[in-house]
Structures are given as structure tokens and as C-alpha cells.
């Protein structure tokens, strides 16, 4: 008989942290219909994630989960956990990982999946962004094609990345916005300031027409 995986309990200072996060994207309509999820860092060998199915507006202490970093999932996980799991075994500093299915991120993975990336130019918003101090840069967005084999999807985009990705986010094609930082804070401030990029982006496409 396998023995019981022994997880740490979940403080309550980190399920208000993702309960607060899930409001803030709720409010936004970045998570309808139940989607998304959100993470956090419990120490260098677990984190706590949000469970499949619940209403990401209204998150309490029972909607979370505890999971070891280095062992099978636990049934109830969202099925995205692969993903997030993945994200934090390649960067031991990643506290905070969110995900969310706004209009803008799923539209333009769409609208630009055949070249791999949505290129976004000369915003003051880039500075949002860790590692970037002028706006006087281009950023390039990574989109991934989506796979509902999310362990094989986590293997290709891990290799992908390279463990050293330019931006703190990628996008899944038709699918949504994946973004991380060292707190969530840091996860949340990237999470905004790409959103606004690519809400800015596809605005600027439409008047294009
Ligand atoms: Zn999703």
C-alpha cells in the first residue's frame, strides 16, 4: 500500500490572496462561466491551487487544493494544473501563477497562432512588465496551440520557454492568458498590464479596418 502523500495545510493569508485575485479577474469578466485558475507558491515543494468548477468570483478556503510539486495529482485539481506545476518547477522564484480567459487574449491567440506570437510595440505599459524599462520596446507574446492533454501541453511549452522567458505570460490559442510572478502581486500587476496591451491591440486592429 502507497503511503498517504503528506501536504501542508493551506494558511489563510494565502486563500485570501487567490480568493482576492479570483475577484479581481471576476470583476473584469477575465474568468466566465467558472474559468481560469489561480496558484500560489506554498514553499519550495507545493503549491495551492484553485479546484475545478467553482465560481472564481466567490473562492473560499474549501475551493483550494494542496499539491506536491513532484508527485501524481490529486483527484478535483483543475485540469490546467500540469500547466502551472510545470511553470514552477522550471523557476524555483515564481510564487504566483494566473490564468484567465479574457475577450482579448483568446481573440488575438486566435488571430496570430499561425505566426507564434502577438507583437506588441511602444506601449508605456510595457514597463509593467518585469525587466522592462522603456517603451521603446517590442514584446512578443508566445501562443502556444491548445492540447486538452495538458501534461503533453506543459512538457511542449516548458521546452518551449527555455526557463528564461522575455515576458511573464504566454497565451494558448483560442484558449486564454497564462501570467506568473515572484509574488501575486507581481502575477497580478503582469496579469493587468497584458491584458490592457492586448485590449489595446485589438482595439487598435479594429480602427484599423
Ligand atoms: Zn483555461
Redesign the pocket.
Known amino acids: 500500500m502507497r503511503m498517504a502523500l503528506h501536504l501542508p495545510t493551506i494558511p489563510d493569508e494565502v486563500a485570501g490572496d487567490i480568493a482576492a485575485i479570483g475577484r479581481f479577474a471576476a470583476g473584469r469578466g477575465w474568468v466566465p462561466a467558472t ?3 489561480f496558484s500560489r507558491r506554498l514553499d519550495s515543494g507545493h503549491i495551492a491551487i484553485t479546484r475545478s468548477g467553482i465560481d472564481k468570483g466567490a473562492i473560499g478556503a474549501r475551493d483550494l487544493i494542496a499539491v506536491a510539486l513532484d508527485a501524481p495529482l490529486p483527484a478535483g485539481v483543475s485540469a ?1 494544473t500540469p500547466l502551472h506545476v510545470a511553470r514552477y518547477r522550471a523557476d524555483a522564484r515564481i510564487g504566483a501563477i494566473v ?1 484567465v ?1 479574457s475577450v482579448a487574449a483568446t481573440v488575438l491567440s486566435r488571430a496570430d497562432a499561425a505566426r507564434g506570437y502577438v507583437e506588441l510595440d511602444g506601449f508605456e505599459m510595457h514597463k509593467a512588465l518585469a525587466g522592462i524599462t522603456t517603451h521603446e520596446s517590442t514584446v512578443r507574446l508566445p501562443i502556444f496551440a491548445n492540447d486538452q492533454d495538458t501534461h503533453a501541453l506543459a512538457e511542449r511549452i516548458e521546452a518551449a520557454l527555455g526557463g528564461e522567458p522575455s515576458v511573464p505570460g504566454y497565451l494558448l490559442a483560442g ?2 492568458l497564462y501570467a506568473w510572478g515572484a509574488t501575486m502581486d507581481d502575477a497580478r500587476r503582469h496579469l493587468e498590464g497584458v491584458e490592457f496591451l492586448l485590449t489595446c491591440a485589438l482595439e487598435e486592429r479594429r480602427l484599423r479596418r
Open positions: 474559468s481560469g485558475n490546467e490564468h480567459h484558449h486564454g
